[in-house]
């Protein structure tokens, strides 16, 4: 668990907005969206497909590309601005302090390139060093995320290996250079879930043990409990709350994370009806005037509709988003 | 792999033969070739006499199988209107033909290649657009017209390359080749660019539809992410995933470039064996129809056995086996 405060955060996203400018209008995929990461911090960014936190993790990368674009606020790694650099500048952090997972294992490798060509470019991409070197490096970390003789490994391709398989392999390529920070964009869900639990507890322990800090994008708040320091809740672009897992996951302030938790079948409601948040996610390109949220919030008031709300401090250090937020008088106390 | 080319051999016997017996069937049906082999006053006996030599009084099956049981005896039957082996004669113009192609097939892949990289990859630039818009010309220009049009400005106004003919030849291994020689080269290049006009054409669309396809590809992105450089992305990581497409389209588009530069042949008179064909067709010499119509089958088939092969080298998920037709 990470301490806030004394140490220096890896990354610290500041009011960051990603737009997409289509045919159809301005979409708003991220709209000023804030937040903190700390060395060796696993934090979750939790939404509902289209809610931008993809968006999010690309944005980071600076891997967005036309007629997507970062409009406003600040990205910084270890100090350093990401947001403005151009695509040379911004290759160098792009696999060496900064790395990043996709979500379907089986289309992230290249399927008519041997997994060493895919290894080896990417040690050399940041470091001059020998072929032998760089395979030895490959070798190393394939070993270090559990694949078996890694150096006959290396001359196979991708199609020779399980999606597990080729996850790890896709992990493995993202530790190459220590990165300071990986994002992980849904790493696990299109395993199956004994390898999911696998996986978690791989990058866990990975993470853990170089002192990485861990951006994991999901939709699945189980993950999220077992595996995230703190969380944050994305909705339409904003993040709606944010704060440490357990205050987030047992006393929701903001409504739309507590229809989200509702939503999770649990093991006590056996036969009962599954709650659910009405409606469907708004269309990101006609967002109304006031809280994204407010159309499907039991919650919501005239002023919901009206203006949207700021961001406002809980007293246990949660940020959120909501003009009516729940247990805000418990959390005071 | 050794099953798998067995397969293919066994397989195009069974498409020469059924080739054979269509074109010999084809070409009786259109007409008495003894028309063309006596002169215009030759009297009825004449007539029958070389209809006899010949062996046409007979019905079409036994023609037929005679001509068959002459092929197994390693004899193609002779040209009707050269007194010579019809097989000879297609192999001695099938260099010129080779040449011409494989000219067209590098210039194809080597301008085609580069500008459908360069539409593919910056779909919005101007430039890509002028591409696009001159390889639709390449697809619907005529390829006679455009081969006049070559020989009107080249060769008649600007007088730079010569118009027709196949230039000084050197022969290299007992074959004839203009492609060792400056004239040589001048001679081959307008009757090339005329026949890979279209190919060019091809290749350029295959290689911009490939690259979009490529460069919006979940690997691409991950590639980026490992701080790759944009030269080695595209020239390896995209290049290698479009290559597989275009290698096979090529390897049939170069069969048809082989037997179907009749018209790039005629115009610039290169002495190929599309030249020899157009005139086979019009004299009805039969034997020479079948034998061009066998060799260009052997070479479709050929160039689709090098294609697979290729392919299973590009790919590394397809692996030839006996049982894959």
């Known amino acids: 668990m990470a301490t806030s405060g004394s140490t220096r955060p890896v990354l610290a996203v500041e009011n960051l907005s990603t737009h997409f400018f289509t045919r159809d209008g301005v979409v708003k995929a991220v709209d000023g969206i804030s937040f903190e990461v700390m060395p060796g911090e696993v934090l979750g960014l939790v939404g509902e497909s289209g809610s931008g936190k993809s968006i999010t993790g690309f944005s980071i990368m600076g891997l967005i590309d036309p007629p997507g674009r970062i409009v406003s606020g600040s990205i910084r790694l270890n100090g350093e601005e990401l947001v403005g650099l151009d695509d040379r500048a911004m290759r160098r952090f792009r696999g060496r302090s900064l790395a990043m997972v996709f979500q379907d294992p089986m289309m992230t490798l290249n399927p008519v390139l041997r997994i060493d060509t895919q290894m080896m470019e990417a040690v050399q991409a940041h470091e001059a060093v020998s072929d032998k070197a760089a395979r030895a490096r490959s070798a190393e970390v394939l070993a270090m995320v559990g694949i078996p003789s890694p150096e006959e490994r290396l001359s196979a391709y991708p199609h020779q290996f399980s999606g597990g398989m080729r996850q790890r392999v896709a992990i493995a390529i993202a530790l190459i250079h220590r990165p300071a920070l990986i994002i992980a964009d849904e790493p696990t869900t299109a395993l199956d879930v004994t390898i999911q639990s696998q996986i978690l507890a791989e990058m866990q322990r990975l993470c853990a043990e170089s002192g990485t800090a861990l951006v994991w994008i999901t939709h699945d708040l189980a993950v999220v409990a077992g595996l995230a320091d703190r969380v944050a809740v994305m909705y339409a672009g904003r993040i709606a709350e944010q704060g440490k897992v357990d205050d987030v996951l047992d006393r929701p302030i903001h409504p739309y994370t507590h229809g989200l938790i509702g939503s999770v079948p649990g093991a006590r409601m056996h036969g009962a009806r599954l709650a659910q948040i009405p409606g469907s996610t708004p269309s990101l390109g006609r967002l109304p005037p006031g809280c994204a949220f407010a159309p499907r919030c039991p919650r919501a008031d005239a002023a919901c509709a009206e203006h949207a709300p700021s961001i406002a401090a809980a007293p246990d250090g949660r940020a959120y988003r909501c003009h009516r937020p729940m247990l805000i008088e418990e959390v005071a106390r | ?325």
Do not use: C
């Not at chain 2, 910056?122 to 639709?136: C, E, F, T, V």
């Not at chain 2, 020689?181 to 001048?186: I, P």
């Not at chain 2, 539809?209 to 979940?218: C, F, K, M, P, T």
């Open chain 2, 1 to 325: 792999m050794l099953a798998f080319i067995i397969r293919r051999l066994a397989q195009a016997l069974v498409v020469i033969v059924a080739m054979v017996v269509l074109v010999f069937f084809g070409t009786h049906v259109i007409g008495d070739p003894v028309w063309m082999m006596v002169p215009g006053d030759a009297t009825q006996e004449q007539i029958e006499q070389v209809r006899r030599e010949f062996g046409f009084d007979q019905p079409a099956y036994i023609q037929f199988f005679r001509f068959l049981g002459d092929v197994m005896q390693g004899e193609f039957g002779r040209s009707y209107v050269h007194g010579e082996s019809a097989i000879t004669l297609i192999l001695e113009r099938m260099p010129a033909t080779m040449e011409l192609a494989f000219a067209a097939l590098v210039l194809a892949v080597v301008i085609g290649i580069p500008l459908g990289l360069f539409a593919g990859l910056k779909p919005d630039h101007p430039l890509s657009r002028g591409i696009m818009a001159a390889s639709i010309l390449g697809f619907s220009l005529p390829t006679f017209w455009v081969g006049l049009m070559l020989i009107m400005l080249f060769s008649v106004m600007l007088g730079w390359l010569p118009a027709t003919g196949q230039g000084t030849t050197v022969e290299i291994f007992g074959i004839r080749t203009s492609l060792f020689t400056l004239d040589g080269w001048k001679h081959l290049f307008l009757p090339a660019v005329n026949l890979a006009l279209l190919k060019v054409s091809l290749v350029i669309r295959l290689t911009r539809s490939g690259a979009r396809e490529a460069s919006l590809q979940d690997y691409v992105k991950f590639a980026r992410a490992k701080g790759l450089s944009p030269a080695r992305i595209v020239g390896v990581h995209i290049l290698k995933n479009i290559l597989i497409p275009i290698v096979t389209v090529l390897g049939l588009e170069f069969g048809s470039l082989v037997a179907f530069s009749v018209v790039t042949e005629t115009i610039f008179a290169w002495p190929g064996m599309g030249k020899l064909l157009l005139e086979a067709i019009q004299r009805l010499d039969r034997p020479l129809i079948v034998a061009y119509v066998m060799v260009v089958v052997l070479l479709f088939v050929t160039i689709n056995l090098i294609v697979d092969i290729l392919y299973s080298a590009l790919d590394p998920r397809v692996r030839l086996t006996g049982s894959q037709a």
